[in-house]
């Protein structure tokens, strides 16, 4: 699901920088591309205007923590998705987001991951999606990546293209500190 954000998002307001990187990473299929910077400066929005900008076949939005739970799910028990008939495997599913797919965004890699398997989950999708266009975002440093998912994940994303976003927090700040004395 598209985070609410998006709504607000427009492209004139992703740095310039971002955005001659993306371009070149299409041109140049220079993939995955993984986003990496602070909480709050746009990336879950610059995915998900990419998403839906996004012509060449079709196009998934996960976050990284959705995507792991629902591949946990398909494998146990199968998985039933509004748009597809049948009941999915975890192969069936791999194939759809990996092989099938024209764009698969994992956003928030960082983020969310509450049980164990998480990082199989992930592995297994971001090494079957291999060199196909895919956009990850994460908060923090390619170091981050390595601490928390491992070595051998941080190492597969570095193949690809990773950029570090320049700036600080657009999020407008939320609720209110009141002050009681
Ligand atoms: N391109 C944009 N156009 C307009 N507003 C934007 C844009 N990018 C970010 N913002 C504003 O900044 C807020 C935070 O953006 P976003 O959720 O993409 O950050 P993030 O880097 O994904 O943060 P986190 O690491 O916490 O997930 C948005 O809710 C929006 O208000
Ligand atoms: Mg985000």
Not at 102 to 119: E, I, K, P, R, Y
């Amino acid at each position: 699901m598209l985070p609410k954000s998006v709504r607000e998002g427009d492209w004139e307001h992703v740095p310039v920088v971002v955005r001659r990187a993306w371009e070149r990473c299409c041109q140049q299929r220079h993939w995955p591309l993984v986003v990496l910077g602070d909480k709050g400066v746009g990336k879950s929005v610059f995915a998900a205007l990419a998403y839906c900008d996004w012509s060449l076949g079709s196009a998934h939005f996960l976050t990284a923590a959705t995507a792991a739970s629902m591949l946990k799910t398909a494998e146990t028990q199968g998985i039933e998705l509004p748009d597809v008939q049948y009941r999915m495997t975890d192969q069936a599913l791999l194939r759809r987001w990996c092989e099938l797919a024209g764009l698969l965004v994992l956003d928030d890699l960082t983020n969310g991951l509450t049980f164990s398997t998480a990082t199989k989950a992930l592995w297994r999708i971001i090494n079957e999606r291999a060199d196909r266009p895919m956009i990850v975002t994460a908060n923090g440093s390619p170091e981050t990546i390595a601490e928390v998912l491992g070595e051998s994940l941080a190492d597969r994303l570095a193949q690809g293209t990773v950029l570090l976003w320049p700036g600080e927090s657009k999020r407008p700040p939320a609720g209110r500190v009141l002050v009681v004395e």
